[in-house]
């Protein structure tokens, strides 16, 4: 006679513990994936906002003008960024993406006077012509980066790390490697590319506010100077960003994606940003420059319910990078061709997964061409269809964040605060430091 | 023949200084004398213009960082990331270099012709260096392409990661990094070296010199790379 125990599932020693360490045993190789965290997190999802009510008057949703606008830069550049909604484009390279994607995030972006960001490629001549706003990414890697696009920039980013893999250096494996992405990273066709984690010329906070002034010499002190780093030690991190001169702190939480890190950095370095946003709040009121410096916030924000809550906990603007890429076709099950929608299904097969788990940009097949280099897959998204999905989900993402934002009773989305938010679970309030619903309590505060 | 002129840094910001230079057209002005640099930095950043430009002391970090055309001698030594990102021109220190000396030069030539501190050449993407003295460690670390010339020794983990630059020594080797590989010098080799050596100035036998490359063995990702990805 069987024992209930003799089928009980180990909780230490589950079916994915198991399937890792029989996979690690045979093959001797780590993980390497694209996406973000998969697992759960306190989140945006854990707050929810006070609206108006008989103790405060919401403003007329259809009516009453509610702005949006957001300027980044303030501090020291001569031409600070100004965008029409505070939902910027996160840093993406061209090579884990196609050039077809980068043309059409350039597109949207303008569309809705937004910025967008290049990565760990360099600047292509397709993203400069179609971005209005453009920020160039300084990467340790130094992948195309030159003086001639430096002086094309809007703003410059100096990146210290990512939320995907704080700590960690790029990755893109030899797939995706062809004869453009080579020749503009200066390196063999083919190859894996293994980024440096460490920037080659400066190493500690003292070095990058030499190396920051060196950057406004070059570009003639015109364009604001951002500082992005993935959610680790945030409150010290962000005071020494500000120390060193940014004009604007890039806060990239646990949940921020990658095109290919190591499983075991997506999954178990960093903070969710629900956690880093109070604590880079805080550094900048430490360092009395709120207002000053400007606090862009990414990783996981994927509505507008979510850009709200990161502005009414006190950032100056929010990034989007996976959500993107979805707004764009990432995981769905069929692709548009000449009009025609084509089914994916087999494709997802080939990776062995489905549409709606797919996390195989690292392997540039994507089924629905946009983390791809293969000129046959990267035709499955133009730039023309690409943008006006993008430039579609922007514009629902601004609707909803102002929609909030009237029924807080405010006409600027910027005047939301931490006043209008409680929190859903004991670890949100904790961590966004705004009281448990129903009650005045702020765990660690009150 | 176009003039002199004389900026003094003693009286006038860097950033004045460099504003006066980035203003420059090809020919306006033959020579720019800077004086009194006393350690300051990003001198003669972002130039883009055929100009000669003479530092006449000791200068700070990232000094002709990403330097285009120019031609930039700097009369003492040099703090870190001396012509880092440099795109083409020459700069040249007539005493010592710190740290991250060219580091991701795309082209252009580099001459120290004192020692280098620790990761010269660093991410090397084109450049040309050459070092009339000896290197730190990890110089070279993951140069792409481009070559290094050592005239002296190098420290320890040369080459480490390498992709396709080469490296050149005539001293010792203190140890190889991670897929670096000395190899046989060639006719080819010869030349090069000759070549780099007598644009730098720098008198010596090119069949001094041993070769550092690449061995590839990280190029692709695998379970048998003896090596830490």
Same mark, same amino acid.
């Given at each position: ?22 996979? $690690? ?62 939902? @910027? ?25 937004? /910025? ?6 360099? %600047? ?8 209005? @706003? ?6 340790? /890697? ?28 790029? %990755? ?11 020749? *503009? ?9 293994? /980024? ?57 939480? *646990? ?19 629900? $956690? ?6 805080? $550094? ?143 670890? $949100? ?18 | ?229």
């Amino acid at each position: 006679m069987s024992h209930p125990i003799d089928r009980e599932e180990s909780a230490g020693y589950d079916r994915h513990v198991l399937s890792y360490i029989r996979h $690690a045993a045979a093959s001797g190789l780590y993980d390497i994936r694209g996406m973000g965290a998969k697992r759960a997190v306190p989140s945006f999802d854990d707050l929810v906002f006070l609206t108006a009510s008989a103790s405060r008057y919401p403003l007329e949703g259809y009516r009453e003008r509610c702005e949006s606008k957001t300027v980044l830069g303030t501090r020291v550049a001569k031409q600070p960024i100004e965008l029409d909604i505070p939902i @910027t484009i996160a840093g993406m390279s061209f090579g884990s993406l196609s050039a077809n994607v980068k043309e059409a995030l350039g597109r949207a972006a303008t569309e809705v006077g937004t /910025s967008t960001t290049t990565g760990d490629g360099g %600047m292509t001549p397709e993203e400069r012509e179609s971005s209005k @706003t453009l920020v160039y990414q300084c990467l340790p /890697s130094r992948y195309g980066f030159n003086p001639d696009d430096l002086r094309k920039a809007d703003a410059i980013e100096m990146v210290i790390g990512q939320g995907a893999k704080p700590g960690g250096g790029g %990755m893109l494996l030899g797939q995706k490697i062809n004869a453009r992405v080579a020749e *503009m990273r200066t390196l063999p066709e083919g190859i894996d590319q293994r /980024s440096a984690c460490r920037h080659p010329d400066w190493t500690g906070p003292d070095d990058l506010r030499i190396k920051i002034e060196e950057l406004r010499e070059i570009t003639d002190w015109r364009v604001p100077i951002y500082v992005k780093m993935g959610a680790t030690r945030v409150r010290e991190d962000v005071k020494l960003a500000v120390k060193a001169g940014a004009d604007v702190v890039v806060i990239d939480g *646990m949940q921020g994606g990658t095109a290919a890190t190591q499983q075991v950095f997506i999954e178990h370095a960093g903070i969710p940003t629900l $956690a880093a946003l109070p604590l880079a709040v805080q $550094a900048l009121e430490e360092m009395n420059v709120l207002g000053e410096v400007q606090l862009i916030i990414s990783g996981g924000i994927r509505t507008g319910a979510d850009v709200a809550k990161a502005l009414a906990l006190g950032a100056d603007a929010v990034a989007l990078g996976q959500a993107v890429l979805i707004a764009l076709g990432c995981n769905h099950d069929t692709y548009q061709l000449h009009g025609e929608e084509i089914d994916a299904v087999e494709d997802y097969m080939r990776l062995g997964t489905a549409a709606g788990y797919c996390h195989h940009c690292h392997t540039g097949m994507c089924p629905v061409g946009i983390t791809t280099q293969d000129a046959e897959l990267e035709r499955r998204l133009t730039p023309e269809v690409g943008a006006k999905r993008l430039r579609n989900y922007l514009q629902v993402l601004n609707m909803e964040l102002t929609t909030l934002a009237r029924a807080c009773g405010k006409s600027n989305v910027h005047h939301l605060e931490r006043e209008d938010l409680v929190a859903l679970t004991i670890e $949100a309030a904790a961590m966004a430091k705004v009281p448990l619903a129903g009650t005045d309590w702020i765990p660690g505060q009150t | 023949m176009g003039r002199t002129e004389q900026l003094d840094l003693s009286k006038i910001s860097v950033r004045e200084a460099n504003q006066f230079l980035h203003g420059l057209q090809n020919g306006e002005v033959a020579c720019v004398e800077i004086l009194q640099p006393d350690g300051l930095h990003s001198i003669a950043a972002g130039l883009d213009c055929e100009v000669a430009v003479e530092i006449r002391g000791h200068a700070g970090y990232f000094i002709a960082g990403m330097n285009k055309r120019a031609t930039v001698t700097v009369h003492g030594n040099v703090g870190w990331s001396v012509a880092e990102n440099i795109m083409s021109g020459e700069v040249r220190v007539k005493g010592h270099a710190s740290e991250s000396a060219g580091a991701s030069g795309h082209g252009g030539l580099l001459v120290i012709e004192g020692d280098a501190s620790s990761r010269c050449g660093i991410s090397l993407k084109g450049g040309e260096i050459v070092v009339g003295g000896s290197v730190g460690h990890f110089s070279a670390f993951m140069a792409q392409a481009g070559t290094l010339v050592v005239c002296g020794d190098a420290g320890p983990n040369l080459g480490d990661s390498l992709y396709e630059a080469t490296i050149y020594v005539r001293g010792a080797i203190h140890s190889l990094g991670a897929d670096a590989l000395e190899e046989e010098m060639t006719a080819d080799d010869h030349a090069e070296v000759a070549r780099l050596l007598a644009a730098a100035g720098i008198d010596y036998d090119a069949r001094e010199f041993k070769r550092v490359a690449s061995a590839r063995s990280l190029y692709h990702w695998n379970a048998d790379a003896d090596q830490e990805y």
